[in-house]
């Protein structure tokens, strides 16, 4: 598996503030917000349910990152999606940085790895309550 998620009521906005909040409490900032939606829109005509693409960076864990392997910024950041359901219900889904950092193959990276899933994990956790 490459992510994982829950689902968080609420209106769309306003979960995308909390998910903001909740990830600057692990020492997250976001980095780029791309809303999906709005691109499908001006771009092909579309119209989407609301779905935003957070670049989430925890600056001093993407350093030792970058020190340990100067290619993995092609991985990095950490993305959040945040997208509505039909019923009107919000997703909020983490990459789990396990998954792809463990693409590298190198155990220094495989325990950044996991450090960075906890947090956003309690991120995740954080969200439910």
């Not at 959040?80 to 219900?89: H, I, L, T």
């Not at 960075?116 to 969200?127: I, N, Q, T, Y």
């Amino acid at each position: 598996m490459y992510g994982f998620s829950v689902k968080v009521s609420g209106d769309f906005n306003e979960v995308i503030g909390r998910v903001t909040e909740e990830l600057k409490g692990e020492g997250f900032g976001v980095l780029t917000e791309i809303d999906v939606a709005a691109t499908l829109k001006a771009k092909l005509g579309l119209e989407k349910r609301p779905y935003k693409i957070l670049g989430a960076c925890n600056p001093k864990l993407a350093n030792q990152a970058i020190e340990a392997e100067p290619d993995i910024g092609l991985l990095l950041p950490c993305n959040v999606v945040v997208r509505q359901e039909e019923d009107g219900s919000n997703v909020v889904g983490f990459m789990d940085p396990v998954a792809v950092l463990g693409l590298v193959g190198r155990e220094e990276l495989a325990s950044l790895g996991a450090e960075v899933r906890s947090k956003l994990e309690r991120v995740r956790d954080a969200l439910q309550g």
